[in-house]
């Protein structure tokens, strides 16, 4: 049962300082498993790119080259995880606001992320469903 609005039944500030520590060290691990995850994925592209060129095999180089673009892109949520597991830690250990601030400052911003890249997304696989009509359409036409 929840309680009351008004009823205190501990110091808020030690709360969330509970809250962010232990949120912190969670946060920190899944930002450098990310990174790590974006860092291989970069590399991929660049050494696989390199061996398909070498390979004499230049229609995949376009494949080889979306590594390097999806790992680039994986890495500034993690980038934004991670700054806010590191101001978590400090206000925990500090208490000061400003802290605080910054660290939910990098929680917004992680979210603002993924909300810009889910509208992408979106709108992209709309593109590709009437491109997919239109295509579809086109080829009927030309059985006809």
Request: glycine share 10%; aromatic share 10%; proline share 4%.
């Amino acid at each position: 049962m929840p309680l009351a609005p008004d009823v205190v039944t501990q110091d808020p500030s030690s709360r969330l300082r509970d809250i962010l520590k232990r949120t912190q060290g969670w946060a920190r691990l899944i930002a450098i498993i990310w990174m790590c995850g974006s860092i291989l994925m970069i590399l991929a592209g660049v050494v696989g790119g390199l061996g398909l060129a070498a390979a004499g095999r230049p229609e995949m180089i376009a494949a080889a080259f979306l590594y390097p673009v999806i790992g680039a892109l994986y890495f500034l949520p993690a980038n934004y995880l991670l700054r806010f597991a590191n101001k978590a830690r400090t206000y925990v250990q500090s208490g000061t606001q400003s802290e605080l601030e910054e660290a939910l400052d990098s929680q917004r911003s992680f979210w603002k992320f993924f909300g810009v890249m889910t509208l992408i997304a979106i709108g992209l696989m709309v593109l590709a469903f009437i491109a997919g009509i239109v295509m579809a359409g086109a080829l009927a036409r030309q059985t006809l």
